[in-house]
């Protein structure tokens, strides 16, 4: 049974930082690319970030851009977002998202990827 368990998230001053963490299970994820979106209260889900399997194409949401981070581990079957001048705009759910391919012109679309975590909880306070 393939799963996704995002963890790391929290309760933090804004100008903080919180690492995220998306393990996943049940096959081998290497060759999927890996997304981060957010759903924040009463608005949609939106893009974040996303990695491909080799690291070697990353895009970010320009809201985060300069202040987070994805990276991953194949070996461990794991996605990271390394979050830092958190804003209280930041807050949110944040979930994990894999596909074994996602076109590059629709990467920001959560239609885009076929396994999902059940997210964790950001909150920054100002």
């Known amino acids: 049974q393939v799963q996704l368990v995002e963890s790391g998230g929290g309760l933090v001053q804004a100008g903080g930082s919180l690492r995220l963490s998306c393990a996943a299970s049940?096959?081998?994820?290497?060759?999927?690319?890996r997304a981060w979106f957010r759903q924040a209260p009463g608005k949609e889900r939106e893009f974040v970030a996303v990695?491909?399997?080799?690291?070697?194409?990353?895009y970010y949401a320009d809201s985060v851009k300069g202040r987070f981070t994805i990276s991953r581990d194949n070996a461990e079957n794991t996605v990271y977002l390394q979050m830092n001048s958190l804003k209280p705009e930041d807050t949110a759910v944040y979930y994990c998202?894999?596909?074994?391919?996602?076109?590059?012109?629709?990467?920001?679309?959560?239609?885009?990827?076929?396994?999902w975590g059940q997210g964790t909880q950001v909150t920054v306070s100002s």
């Open positions: 998202g894999a596909s074994p391919y996602v076109n590059s012109a629709t990467y920001y679309h959560e239609g885009s990827y076929e396994y």
């Open positions: 049940g096959r081998t994820f290497s060759s999927y690319t």
């Open positions: 990695i491909n399997w080799s690291g070697g194409t990353i």
